[in-house]
């Protein structure tokens, strides 16, 4: 694993205020379509408050560059996560928060199999000025049980493995604004209520 803040089943501690800059974050893994649970390049649990992510690299990681989740049945998730001008490829998905006032932001999503950007369980993120390009999964934008994504002017560019470009399940939902879609007879942004693969 690579860096964690707040621990599983600690409901006890709040870590808050923290900012990771100019790092490059490897873990060393040489397929990206491999899914390994839970060896994340920075994860965050819990009561995870007001952390930005600027400026690093993130790739060749098992599972995701960045997870943020709080236990089951624990109200405070994690909350105020940005993510900015950072680099995301090679890797098996980017971003899956379980966190809310999640903004990425100026980011480059390179190769990744599934999810630059996953919101699960009542999480919302804002996705603005993007580019996302070559992802292998069945979706790259994925808004799953109750979760909100707006994503608004992105690069989507898919790659000859692309499927969806969006993705909704559960309640979710996924607003579609002033993106822009290359080669767009060739996927959909918004495939709603599917279930999972």
């Known amino acids: 694993t690579g860096i964690s803040l707040g621990r599983p089943g600690d409901q006890d501690t709040v870590v808050r205020d923290v900012a990771f800059l100019n790092l490059t974050f490897d873990g060393n893994w040489p397929n990206p379509d491999d899914d390994?649970?839970?060896?994340d390049g920075l994860h965050l649990q819990?009561?995870?408050?007001?952390v930005w992510v600027h400026q690093c690299t993130f790739h060749n990681w098992i599972d995701g560059g960045i997870d943020a989740r709080n236990d089951d049945d624990y109200d405070p998730m994690p909350n105020h996560i940005s993510i900015t001008n950072s680099h995301f490829y090679d890797i098996h998905q980017g971003l899956l928060p379980e966190a809310q006032q999640v903004t990425f932001a100026r980011n480059h999503c390179d190769n990744l199999n599934v999810r630059c950007v996953k919101a699960v369980d009542g999480g919302n993120a804002h996705l603005v000025n993007n580019v996302i390009r070559n992802w292998r999964g069945i979706e790259i934008v994925y808004a799953k049980n109750d979760s909100m994504i707006l994503a608004d002017h992105n690069i989507f560019d898919p790659g000859p493995d692309s499927r969806h470009a969006g993705r909704t399940?559960?309640?979710?939902?996924?607003?579609?604004?002033?993106?822009?879609h290359y080669r767009g007879g060739r996927y959909r942004m918004n495939d709603?209520?599917?279930a999972d693969p």
Do not use: A, M, T
């Not at 390994?36 to 060896?39: D, K």
């Not at 819990?46 to 007001?50: A, K, R, T």
């Not at 399940?169 to 822009?180: A, I, R, Y």
């Open 46 to 50: 819990n009561q995870v408050f007001n």
């Open 192 to 194: 709603r209520n599917q």
């Open 36 to 39: 390994g649970e839970g060896s």
């Open 169 to 180: 399940s559960g309640g979710g939902e996924l607003q579609d604004v002033h993106n822009v």
